[in-house]
């Protein structure tokens, strides 16, 4: 009877140790995306914030606020004038750098807290 216990044990303790192993890797991995996606994402903001203040959006934006009466007279015009000066290209860049950043950030989470309970588990 001990023999079958001590074997399961042993059994436990080696599939505890692949799974940490494993964890460690995928911590790694989430880590590595966290990093090369905040580096991306700070140029890519630059980008964006350059783009809005050399296409004008910020002056027909304020615009709003100083002539409402003459913005809600044309308001179709406005706000294709708004559409048409806003830099798609850096936003897009700057929202998928920002959406893996947080997605790498709520997966390495994830991962650092299984592997805290995986540590415990192990250690019991």
């Known amino acids: ?6 074997f399961n044990q042993i059994m436990f303790r080696i599939k505890a140790e692949q799974r940490k192993a494993v964890l460690k890797r995928k911590i790694g991995i989430f880590a590595f995306v966290l990093a090369v996606s905040f580096v991306g994402f700070v140029p890519a903001f630059s980008m964006a914030w350059t ?20 913005v809600m007279t044309y308001w179709q015009n406005f706000i294709l004038s708004l559409l048409e000066s ?4 850096g936003l897009l860049i700057t929202g998928i750098s920002l959406l ?25």
């Open 51 to 70: 783009g809005i203040a050399n296409s004008g959006f910020i002056q027909l934006f304020s615009l709003a606020f100083s002539d409402t009466k003459i």
């Open 100 to 124: 893996v950043l947080l997605g790498s950030l709520k997966f390495l989470y994830k991962n650092i807290k299984v592997f805290q309970n995986q540590k415990q588990l192990i250690s019991i």
């Open 1 to 6: 009877m001990n023999e079958k216990r001590l």
């Open 86 to 89: 806003l830099p798609i290209i």
